[in-house]
């Protein structure tokens, strides 16, 4: 199926660092969705964005919906050893949502 | 309140039985997901209920795949003579309003492991 490109696949940073991770896709989408999921559970939903280049924090987590609505972004500031998981990034389009195949983050104590 | 259930969280079945996967939504959304991960991977779409009704069922791989939501609020998902590639996790999830909004709230999953 439809899978957006995520960027980068992994990442292993040190506590403290910026992490920045991205999406792009060929598809023009209304919604633009970040989720982290750990193991063994669900996907949780972080920033949710809906407008062309809308800009949008939560906490340490700040995210942005690309002007050509084909891409988004994802920045995570002052890394903490809980930020470990998988990311994904989702567009909306219709109801269902495309996913990315996702960003695994490690942090180093 | 609760989040999305699903349940059973775990089900090993035989090639070629048949398996029935619930969901429970949030209380008060009124539309309900189906997706598929496996392993490595983000999760794929299956099938969007919005109310009672089937709004896109396109992404079912092939007519063993079923889902109802009778009463417009738990639904379940049907495989019938599964195969060993329809191994992965079963995740479900729920949203308040798709049209306006589309934050959907996903559930554990199910992992479905076919022998």
């Known amino acids: 199926g439809q899978q957006l490109n995520q960027s980068p696949q992994s990442m292993f940073i040190q506590e403290g660092e910026d992490v920045s991770m991205n999406c792009t896709s060929s598809?023009?989408?209304?919604?633009w969705l970040w989720y982290k999921q750990d193991p063994g559970e669900g996907p949780v939903l972080l920033i949710a964005?809906?407008?062309?280049?809308e800009l949008t924090s939560n906490g340490r987590l700040t995210a942005q919906f690309g002007i050509t609505r084909k891409d988004s972004f994802l920045n995570i500031s002052a890394s903490i050893p809980s930020d470990v998981g998988i990311y994904f990034c989702?567009?909306?389009?219709?109801?269902?949502?495309?996913f990315g195949q996702g960003t695994t983050l490690q942090v180093k104590p | 309140g609760a989040g999305v259930s699903q349940t059973p969280s775990n089900k090993v079945t035989e090639k070629g039985k048949y398996v029935e996967l619930r969901c429970d939504p949030i209380?008060?959304?009124?539309?309900l997901y189906w997706y598929r991960q496996s392993l490595g991977q983000g999760p794929e779409f299956l099938i969007y209920?919005?109310?009672?009704?089937?709004?896109?069922d396109s992404g079912l791989p092939n007519d063993r795949f079923f889902a109802v939501r009778p009463e417009g609020s738990v639904s379940t998902l049907k495989i019938q003579r599964t195969e060993r590639g329809d191994s992965a996790v079963y995740l479900c999830?729920?949203?308040?309003?798709?049209?306006?909004?589309?934050?959907?709230?996903f559930g554990p999953g199910t992992r479905l492991t076919v022998l």
């Open positions: 999830a729920s949203s308040f309003d798709p049209q306006s909004y589309n934050e959907q709230f």
């Open positions: 598809s023009i989408f209304n919604t």
């Open positions: 964005l809906y407008k062309a280049g």
């Open positions: 989702a567009g909306g389009h219709t109801g269902k949502l495309i």
């Open positions: 209380s008060g959304h009124t539309a």
């Open positions: 209920f919005q109310g009672t009704g089937a709004a896109d």
